[in-house]
């Protein structure tokens, strides 16, 4: 369908968020406060040009089913980027209050 329109598709893997702002021409995972982020910490030039849809984040456990499972005091890992984490903090204060 893509060839047919005329897109050439080539499917890259990175190993990280950084690395697609260096090689790509245009990139639809990241969100603002990342670009402004990664702007001040590496130098991007990386300009928004169109907003795509945003996806909820959400927490996944292999042994618990629910929040209201989670024992006091359990460990939570979030991202540790700038951009990441406040979200996920934010997101982990909401959850447990």
């Not at 897109?7 to 890259?12: A, Q, S």
């Not at 042994?63 to 934010?90: C, E, F, Q, T, W």
Request: hydrophobic share 35%; net charge positive; aromatic share 8%.
């Amino acid at each position: 369908m893509a060839a047919r329109d005329g897109l050439d598709i080539r499917i890259v893997e990175f190993q990280d968020d950084v690395q697609p702002n260096a090689a790509l021409d245009a990139d639809s995972d990241k969100h603002l406060p990342f670009l402004e982020s990664q702007g001040k910490a590496r130098g991007d030039r990386i300009s928004p040009v169109w907003y795509t849809v945003t996806f909820p984040t959400g927490f996944c456990s292999k042994r618990y089913k629910s929040l209201a499972d989670l024992p006091h005091g359990a460990k939570v890992g979030i991202r540790n980027d700038p951009s990441n984490s406040g979200r996920a903090s934010g997101r982990a204060r909401r959850a447990a209050a």
